[in-house]
């Protein structure tokens, strides 16, 4: 399927999505909203991947929102309290896209170079690794023109890097530089241009999809669920994971193929079918 937005393809259980408007510095506009909603609810219902990379082309990852909705009066709308609640569901639809990548049922990498301000930092930080070039840098932009980050950032950064610093650069809209990044966790390492980090981001793809996806699976589950939670509630829902996703033949498999020093098979998770639809 054509996108306006995005290229997508899916190459050896790795599915790569592509930022794909470099002249608008990928900036995110409604087309940009509407498709990427479209793409995760695809690959979440059909898991036609073990793991997701996303990246962009041109110059910078991604400019944020694309300022001409604001100027063109599509994203808050005006009025009374009444015509108002509209915008609180608006933001929603908007978290709820972003959302979508933390509860992807294949861990997401961000390959970043150049700029990721504003809602792209929303969206990087909702992924689950992000390999980011010499030349990037992070900027919570909304700031900077009077608006609040409200997309994700302000709830995902300080659970990434100190609290402290997380709120510096929030009130202030500074740049944090790719090295920094990566000293306070934010990014997972740092590589000398775009080429680099999307081929670094590649071959952990392909090392990812080489393990149980079910595995992978309970792995992503147990990690977001004690971010929030307590260590003893953790464990119990660990437990239960377990108990879940335990599959004596994987295990077998990953002996055997260790052993034989070949790549292990294993099943793929299955698709999401509707509710109610026939099997």
Known sequence: ????????????????????????????????????DAILEQLQRDAPARALVISSSGKHFCAGMDLAVFEQGQAIPEGNAAVRTALHEQILQLQRTFSRLEALRMPVIAAIQGACVGGALDLVTACDIRYVAQDAFFCVQEINIGLVADVGTLQRLPKLIPEAVAREYAYSGRRLPAVRARELGLANDVFPDQAATLDAALVLAREIAGKSPSAVWASKQAINYAREHTVADSLQQMALLQMGVWQSSDIMEAVRANAEKRAARFDDLAPVPPFGAAA
């Not at 997508?8 to 995110?28: C, G, S, V, W, Y």
């Open 1 to 36: 399927m054509a996108y306006r937005s995005f290229a997508l393809e899916t190459t050896d259980q790795i599915a790569h999505l592509r930022l794909n408007r470099p002249e608008k510095f990928n900036a995110m506009d409604g087309v940009f909203w509407q498709e990427l």
